[in-house]
């Protein structure tokens, strides 16, 4: 059991650290997230209800193809990236991981080619959707362990400018290839191909790569810890994917696409809009962390840190934008047909709150390689998810999908901080949540004055209540509940 660290300038060192990691990091995610909100907007306009649903019905295809055959390699790639480069072996490493990804695809060919008829009745997709699918997960998951690879060589500014290239040529050559070709749904995955193509050889040469890699004899003795990691995170972020996508295809069976495409549009405006701007900092802390456990220094009071940090940034904005459900979603979604989708802010928002959250709570699992746990409360989540899902939709629709999804993920939250490891308990930050408690009470007054009728346009509401939150805030830290040094 590791003992706390009582030397602060430690501690400060590294916050510091971070912090210009996140400075570096940030553009990336700020446009990310600006480009996230324009998708929206943009696909809905250019798409009936019934192809955005089968872009997003083909978005999780794709993402439980990755999960299964791909991801996961890139994710041990960034956990053991260290370890190996202490030992100078990385030609070994590198070769081992890039064998066991072409390995893990050419695996799912075959098996998609042998039970592909059981994969269109599963998931209700077209044959040439789901052959594009295919196509498309070999870039995708170059595209993953590259990306790794730069956060593990702390590579920060070249990770934020492929994110900003990437993320806007798939937008443009998505809108040409609608426009011009009239593909549909199709020319959205056709851009997502030729866009990730040309980045994956920008990423080969920002990673330098080829410099380390030689192909060498596999060992078996550097494949094994590799799996015993990444397998079960394959396996729990295959239960995050049941908690989060599977409701798509309970609602494709039940509804069809037209309520899937409402289904996309609520998860468009939240999860990966969300999830972007608030991985800030654990795009940049993590790969730290991982280094300072790696040289046996306790790494409790910075998870601490940071968690209150992400509640701090996260909580209010997510309160405003359920509050104002109708006109979020009137601002991002240019098509009137998508406007029930408000429905399933508030349940998608707080459901993305409570599933960033364990980032935090379930890093403990990562770093003592217990990622089995992870699973098992993943998947326990996901189950009681999709047992929600079925149960609710048929009687309650839209609204059964929203209470299933912020279930199912306040359940993981809630099992990731009763199951702890010894010497990894996560220290809450009890003095930041004060201060928010705190600093909530003018917002809730300006908010009722607001229902009174002494508002404004509900955009100018929504960031008059943020900016008087953290103003407050500001001022609590500054004066009576200033952290002690």
């Known amino acids: 059991m590791m003992e706390f660290i009582e030397n602060r300038e430690v501690e400060k060192e590294q916050l510091k650290a971070i912090f210009r990691d996140m400075l570096k990091y940030s553009p990336s995610k700020i446009v990310g997230m600006l480009g996230n909100a324009i ?42 990236f260290k370890h190996h480069q202490m030992m100078q072996d990385m030609p070994k490493y590198l070769t081992t991981l890039v064998t066991m990804l072409v390995t893990n695809i050419c695996l799912m060919f075959v098996i998609a080619f042998v039970f592909r008829h059981n994969f269109y009745e599963f998931f209700h997709i077209p044959v040439k959707y789901f052959v594009a699918i295919l196509l498309l997960i070999i870039p995708v998951a170059i595209r993953a362990l ?37 593909l549909g749904a199709m020319a959205l995955l056709l851009g997502m191909a030729i866009s990730i193509s040309l980045i994956d050889l920008l990423l080969i040469y920002q990673s330098n790569i080829l410099s380390w890699f030689k192909i060498q004899k596999i060992e078996w ?12 995170i394959a396996a729990t972020s295959l239960s995050a994917w049941i ?55 306790d790494i409790r009071p910075l998870i601490s840190r940071f968690t209150g940090y ?16 109708t006109d979020y979603v009137q601002l991002l ?35 003592a390689n217990k990622t089995y ?39 993981y939250f809630v099992l990731s901080i009763i199951i702890v490891l010894p010497g990894l308990r996560l220290i809450f930050p009890y003095l ?41 805030y500001w001022i609590l830290s500054k004066t009576i509940m200033k952290r002690a040094v």
């Open 146 to 182: 590259l990306f790794q690879l730069l956060r593990a060589q702390l590579k920060s500014m070249s990770f934020t400018l492929s994110t900003i290239i990437n993320q806007f040529l798939t937008i443009l050559l998505s809108i040409f290839f609608v426009k011009f070709f009239h």
């Open 243 to 297: 908690i989060n996508q599977s409701n798509k295809f309970i609602m494709n069976s039940i509804h069809g696409f037209s309520e899937v495409g409402i289904v996309g549009v609520a998860y468009g405006l939240t999860l990966p809009l969300l999830m972007t701007i608030f991985s800030i900092i654990t795009v940049a802390a993590i790969p730290r962390i991982i280094n300072m456990y790696e040289e046996k220094i």
């Open 39 to 80: 998708i929206v907007p943009v696909y809905t306009s250019l798409l009936s209800p019934e192809q955005y649903g089968l872009y997003s019905l083909s978005i999780a295809v794709l993402s439980f193809l990755c999960i299964i055959f791909s991801d996961w390699v890139g994710l041990s790639g960034l956990r053991f």
């Open 221 to 232: 003795d550097s494949v094994f810890p590799i799996m015993k990691y990444g397998v079960p």
């Open 310 to 325: 992400y509640i701090l940034v996260s909580l209010p904005v997510i309160t405003v934008i359920s509050l104002y459900s």
């Open 333 to 367: 979604s240019s098509n009137d047909k998508f406007f029930e989708a408000f429905k399933l802010i508030p349940y998608f928002a707080y459901g993305t709150f409570f599933m960033a959250i364990t980032d935090y709570t379930t890093l403990q699992y990562h770093l």
């Open 373 to 411: 746990i992870d699973f098992i409360i993943k998947l326990t989540s996901g189950i009681v998810g999709v047992v929600l899902n079925i149960l609710l939709i048929p009687k309650y629709g839209l609204i059964g999908v929203g209470i299933a999804t912020l279930g199912a993920n306040f359940l």
């Open 432 to 472: 930041t949540l004060s201060r928010m408690l705190v600093a909530s009470l003018p917002s809730i007054g300006l908010y009722i004055l607001f229902n009174k009728g002494y508002g404004f346009v509900p955009l100018i509401e929504m960031l008059s209540l943020v900016f008087v939150y953290y103003v407050f």
